[in-house]
């Protein structure tokens, strides 16, 4: 391809697609959610760690859905796409509006704000700083690293694509270190949390779909990959690759991360830790402790980068299909980086890190996450029986996607019987995108006044000027292998 010509390139290899898998996944939740999973599994040991292992078969499953959606129909935009090819515009655009307006933005706002509390904890105690004052310095270091996130992300793919590894690589060995440490913990016969591992006389099943959901939380992030297709070489091979080698690794780490704190943290000290991965470290590493702290900065860096990279083609993609407002599908002419779609997350992003009901909104909007995820798993047998022909260059047994549908539609439905308030708030809040949609897309299309077209135009013009973006040169092509699909 000419280097002249203004494109998303095809830049991430295997081992690029590796670290876009394994970054955005191991972030925070595996520093959090123990203390979510194992509480809601009334503090026993035995099915915390069962629930983890289910969540990473759960996630492996879907993971592995996508790889054949995205090796199918090879273009940007995930779930999104999938559902707007499978289905209809109208149920795309509610993913997309929540996708945009609250999902992601709230998602990067919680990881940075992480990465803000354990890097401030390194020399907090030194500063002898209070309880809110350390609340906006950690703020302020979320927003500061998101800038520059954000201006890497518009200004070098390529460096992104390869900070991207390097975090991936250091947060796996800061979590390899977790293990080492806790396997020798296992050597000196430090065994007794396992003793009676299942005994609990707390369990309440209905409380299993919430330990479900902090455990998905720490796997989240295994769908990001599709979104970014158009921009993997070889995407038919590197994409189920890289999913399969991500998804293994992060089970088998996570599982083991589990065992580790057990062997130093009580399950009743487990529960009332506020930063389980500080107070695994303290006893065992004393003054050497901030080394985990520093890992754990460092991956959710890594997961933030890997959101706001995949976040910023899902708008890009639904703006080229008229989701959203035109500009938002140019690319800069010498960065030839989607410039728009970065510059319309990084405000959302700071706005929900200066809110503080930002951990109710993901809570709130975790229920639809699932019922669109599991629509876009549905397009696997729908089109294995409307095309049978269809050309798959990865395909999945179908008791997969179907499998993943089930678990899927459990989960919410036990969520609405265990809080139906939280999710019926869910719910209303991606229905409010229904007129949105009317407004903005449907009657967009119709034929509109002269005058509107000469703003809108202007409107268009300005922000090309502004930011030296202009329409992908070979997006033509793309288009033709969707229209050869129908």
């Known amino acids: 391809m000419p280097s002249d010509v203004v494109v998303l390139k095809r830049q991430l290899g295997l081992w690029s697609c590796v670290g876009m898998v394994i970054g955005p996944i191991i972030g925070s939740g595996i520093f959090i959610s123990p203390k979510g999973i194992l509480q809601n599994t009334g503090g026993s040991v035995g099915w915390a760690l069962m629930i983890w292992t289910a969540c990473g078969v759960m996630s492996m499953l879907g993971a592995l859905c996508m790889a054949e959606l995205s090796t199918t129909f090879p273009r940007s935009g995930g779930d999104f796409m999938y559902i707007m090819i499978g289905f209809n515009k109208m149920l795309a655009f509610l993913r997309v509006f929540t996708f945009v307006a609250i999902v992601r933005p709230a998602s990067a706002a919680v990881v940075s704000m992480t990465m803000?509390?354990?890097?401030?904890?390194?020399?907090?105690?030194?500063?002898?700083?209070?309880d809110e004052t350390g609340e906006i310095v950690a703020k302020l270091l979320a927003a500061c690293m998101l800038c520059v996130i954000f201006a890497l992300n518009v200004y070098s793919v390529p460096t992104t694509y390869r900070l991207q590894v390097v975090l991936s690589a250091a947060k796996v060995l800061g979590l390899v270190l977790i293990i080492f440490l806790g396997f020798i913990r296992i050597c000196q016969g430090y065994t007794s949390n396992f003793e009676n591992a299942f005994k609990s006389d707390n369990l309440d099943i209905g409380n299993i779909p919430l330990a479900f959901y902090s455990g998905l939380f720490a796997y989240a992030g295994w769908h990001f990959l599709p979104q970014v297709t158009e921009e993997v070489e070889r995407p038919s091979r590197n994409i189920p690759l890289a999913i399969i080698i991500s998804m293994t690794?992060?089970?088998?780490?996570?599982?083991?991360?589990?065992?580790?704190?057990?062997?130093?943290?009580?399950?009743?000290?487990?529960?009332?830790?506020?930063?389980?991965?500080?107070?695994?470290?303290?006893?065992?590493?004393?003054?050497?402790?901030?080394?985990?702290?520093?890992?754990?900065?460092?991956?959710?860096?890594?997961?933030?980068?890997?959101?706001?990279?995949?976040?910023?083609?899902?708008?890009?993609?639904?703006?080229?299909?008229?989701?959203?407002?035109?500009?938002?599908?140019?690319?800069?002419?010498?960065?030839?980086?989607?410039?728009?779609?970065?510059?319309?997350?990084?405000?959302?992003?700071?706005?929900?890190?200066?809110?503080?009901?930002?951990?109710?909104?993901?809570?709130?909007?975790?229920?639809?996450?699932?019922?669109?995820?599991?629509?876009?798993?549905?397009?696997?047998?729908?089109?294995?029986?409307?095309?049978?022909?269809?050309?798959?260059?990865?395909?999945?047994?179908?008791?997969?996607?179907?499998?993943?549908?089930?678990?899927?539609?459990?989960?919410v439905v036990m969520s609405f019987f265990k809080d139906p308030l939280a999710c019926g708030i869910g719910l209303l809040i991606s229905i409010i995108g229904i007129p949105l949609y009317i407004v903005c897309v449907v009657w967009f299309w119709r034929e509109k006044p002269v005058w509107f077209l000469k703003l809108m135009g202007k409107v268009t013009l300005f922000m090309q000027k502004l930011m030296f973006v202009i329409h992908q040169e070979e997006e033509e092509k793309t288009f033709l292998i969707i229209s050869d699909i129908k």
Not at 116 to 130: E, S
């Open 116 to 130: 803000g509390n354990y890097l401030l904890a390194v020399f907090r105690d030194d500063c002898g700083m209070t």
């Open 249 to 411: 690794i992060v089970t088998i780490i996570y599982i083991l991360a589990n065992v580790a704190y057990f062997t130093v943290l009580s399950p009743e000290e487990l529960l009332t830790s506020k930063a389980v991965a500080s107070d695994f470290a303290l006893p065992m590493l004393g003054s050497w402790s901030w080394i985990i702290q520093i890992c754990v900065a460092l991956s959710c860096i890594g997961s933030t980068n890997g959101v706001i990279f995949a976040a910023s083609r899902v708008i890009y993609s639904a703006s080229r299909e008229g989701m959203l407002p035109e500009f938002l599908s140019m690319i800069h002419i010498r960065w030839l980086s989607p410039l728009p779609a970065a510059a319309l997350l990084l405000p959302l992003c700071l706005m929900m890190l200066s809110g503080d009901n930002v951990y109710t909104l993901i809570n709130y909007m975790s229920v639809s996450r699932w019922i669109f995820l599991a629509i876009s798993v549905a397009v696997i047998p729908y089109y294995r029986w409307k095309y049978p022909d269809l050309h798959r260059p990865f395909k999945v047994p179908l008791i997969v996607p179907i499998l993943f549908i089930f678990l899927s539609i459990f989960i």
